[in-house]
């Protein structure tokens, strides 16, 4: 069974601060990585991919993975109380009996407050 | 705006009833996808079709039963549901399933919100 831990938060911001989301994975041959988003009674939403180890930028978002430490972390700067929403951290399997599937994790939920 | 589509929004239903989800996608992709999702839990894969062939059915009981008419469709038809099934029923595609051109990346509709009584 692939493990995605999450800190499950709440996470509570104030508008403008910086917000630290993280993830751990347990499956090594885990290439590609998915942030989502999702606001409370919607669907996910994909907001960030990473396949390399650094840092991604995208506008506000940054995704960062380091594939030796099995993390991968998602930094929102200048949050926006339009961020408050679950983010849900989703490695991809790329090898073996489950390849193609996407694990997710349980999510953080982020709050930013004006 | 959404480019998987989903109908209905919401239903209701009781436990002799037999309905159907529906989930439409133009974006060319080929493999589509239904989940489950309880509420503060993740999604959970249910099925995975790819090229309109069922590729993943994740042990999930016979009262639903998925169908994929064309590679632009797919339905999962409900039938003599529990009231543990109600939740939100999401469908997905992605450009490929378990090929080098699989990004990985899902595509979500708007979800379906089933409630059985």
């Known amino acids: 069974q692939k493990e995605v831990e999450q800190n499950s938060g709440p996470l509570s911001v104030p508008e403008g601060a910086i917000a630290s989301l993280n993830c751990t994975y347990s499956d090594r041959g885990s290439q590609s990585f998915f942030w989502y988003r999702q606001y409370s009674g919607k669907s996910p939403e994909l907001i960030m991919s990473i396949y390399s180890n650094g840092d991604k930028e995208d506008g506000r978002f940054t995704a960062q993975l380091n594939k030796a430490s099995q993390y991968v972390s998602l930094l929102i700067r200048d949050s926006q109380p339009s961020d408050s929403a679950t983010y849900l951290c989703a490695p991809k399997a790329d090898r073996g009996s489950t390849l193609g599937r996407l694990y997710f994790g349980r999510g953080t939920q982020l709050t930013v407050w004006p | 705006d959404t480019e998987v589509t989903q109908t209905p929004k919401h239903l209701v239903m009781g436990m002799t009833n037999k309905k159907s989800l529906k989930c439409e996608q133009h974006m060319g992709h080929r493999a589509m996808y239904w989940y489950k999702q309880k509420a503060k839990k993740p999604p959970e894969l249910m099925f995975v079709?790819?090229?309109?062939?069922?590729?993943i059915n994740e042990s999930v009981p016979s009262r639903f039963s998925p169908e994929c008419p064309n590679s632009s469709l797919l339905n999962l038809h409900l039938h003599a549901l529990q009231p543990e099934d109600s939740a939100l029923y999401l469908c997905?595609?992605?450009?490929?399933?378990?090929?080098?051109?699989?990004?990985?990346?899902?595509?979500f509709g708007e979800g379906s919100r089933l409630t059985v009584l």
């Open positions: 997905a595609s992605s450009q490929e399933w378990r090929t080098s051109r699989n990004t990985g990346e899902l595509f």
């Open positions: 079709y790819s090229y309109e062939k069922l590729s």
